[in-house]
């Protein structure tokens, strides 16, 4: 089936149906990043990992049922008024959960990161020649710190 052919059938669907899966999808898509935002907060980073491609498949599936219900609008409130009060609704959850995740996600990156740049720098400190200068102090040698450790910014 071709794209515009699965587009045709979206929009040809009746009404209450074209709702009820589109309201499936996105209860799908609002549990699937709430579990991922329970993992993070718990630092089970890979397990939250794993649902990232569920997370992006059920995200296709509610966007495609969303641009539909976007393009039969008018259709859609005349013959279903209360489904689509009830889509509306569970979209702004969706907006709410997407927040929380978003902001969980963004503190387990810095997390992450200052996890790794403060052993970086423990693993430089270790690695620097123990000399006194000239001016009676121990000198620091930046090119000897951190050999070997990167931070990965891709979280």
């Not at 997407?98 to 963004?106: C, D, F, G, S, W």
């Amino acid at each position: 089936m071709t794209a515009a052919a699965r587009l045709a059938a979206l929009d040809n669907m009746p009404a209450r149906e074209l709702c009820q899966l589109a309201e499936s999808a996105l209860a799908a898509l609002v549990n699937v990043m709430n579990q991922e935002t329970t993992l993070l907060r718990a630092g089970h980073l890979r397990d939250a990992s794993k649902l990232t491609p569920e997370k992006a498949r059920m995200a296709q599936d509610y966007v495609s049922f969303a641009r539909s219900v976007q393009r039969q609008t008018a259709r859609l409130q005349q013959e279903a008024p209360d489904s689509v009060d009830r889509l509306r609704h569970g979209h702004e959850a969706l907006a709410t959960q997407m927040a929380e995740n978003l902001r969980v996600l963004a503190t387990a990156r810095n997390v992450t990161e200052d996890i790794l740049t403060d052993v970086a720098k423990v693993v430089g400190q270790q690695n620097k020649a123990k000399a006194y200068g000239r001016a009676g102090t121990i000198t620091a040698d930046p090119a000897s710190s951190a050999r070997g450790i990167a931070v990965n910014r891709a979280l």
